[in-house]
């Protein structure tokens, strides 16, 4: 298992997220309960205002395929382009992609950050991964250049609430942007459409099984540094804290939201 570094803002080491998602991807459909949920969530929020057929369409960072298995079943897509920098994931998606009905599919093996985007797109679609982006006000403007006019930018990703419990007990972790900022940064290119957003938690046999969760998920993916015997001890003492009868918990704090490119029409 890993720990945070020593800072609590931390500088995401895009390798490490690869390397822990690639090693996560058997185990990840069974234990990302919540980010199964928001797949589910973050479709039916988009069926209210994007067409149901979707001439060309993208998702980026699409893992094991959770929210692209919501959107073919939504969605009539003629052509979708998945991009996933673990490149493993790629004949699973594939394989989504055409179970679902998509004559044409690709597949682009790429850092969302370093990749141009497919252009003339009529929706793009993200899962629980723009927390990952480093520069994310870059990312909406070129999210807005590759929709077409009335596009739609679909994602999800998690407030600053998430993992509270970890960030408390150590002091470290990914530094969640709240939504205003989030809105704030995408406001120069989309209107908001709708934005959804609360609180989940799982409960956990021990603070043990908390760090396992997260290991099978890959979203220990922040850091190399191993724990020590003592570190994990203190950890479990310290977790004693947040104990309820329900278990030891773990706050997630999922956000959908729907944006629609602006219109350069005054």
Request: proline share 2%; with cysteine.
């Amino acid at each position: 298992m890993s720990v945070m570094p020593n800072n609590n803002s931390i500088v995401i080491n895009k390798e490490l997220v690869r390397q822990r998602f690639a090693n996560a991807c058997v185990t990840y459909n069974q234990h990302a309960v919540v980010q199964r949920e928001m797949a589910y969530e973050l479709v039916m929020l988009a069926k209210r205002y994007v067409p149901h057929q979707l001439l060309k369409t993208t998702e980026l960072g699409c893992g094991t395929g959770l929210l692209t298995h919501q959107i073919v079943q939504a969605f009539d897509v003629v052509e979708y382009v998945a991009n996933d920098m673990v490149e493993e994931v790629m004949f699973s998606t594939l394989a989504i992609l055409c179970d679902g009905g998509v004559k044409n599919c690709f597949f682009l093996p790429n850092d969302i950050e370093k990749m141009a985007l497919p252009t003339v797109q009529n929706v793009i679609w993200s899962g629980a991964v723009i927390q990952w982006i480093s520069d994310l006000k870059s990312f909406f403007e070129r999210a807005a250049e590759s929709l077409v006019d009335d596009g739609f930018l679909v994602v999800s990703s998690f407030l600053e609430a998430n993992f509270h419990e970890i960030k408390t007990i150590t002091g470290k972790g990914i530094e969640y942007k709240t939504l205003d900022c989030i809105l704030a940064l995408a406001n120069d290119y989309f209107d908001v459409v709708e934005v959804k957003h609360y609180k989940r938690q799982l409960f956990f046999s021990s603070a043990a099984e908390v760090l396992r969760h997260m290991s099978f998920t890959g979203v220990n993916g922040v850091s190399s540094k191993s724990w020590t015997r003592s570190d994990l001890l203190q950890f479990e003492k310290t977790y004693l804290n947040f104990k309820t009868e329900e278990g030891y918990p773990l706050t997630y704090h999922p956000v959908m939201m729907v944006f629609k490119k602006r219109s350069l029409l005054v």
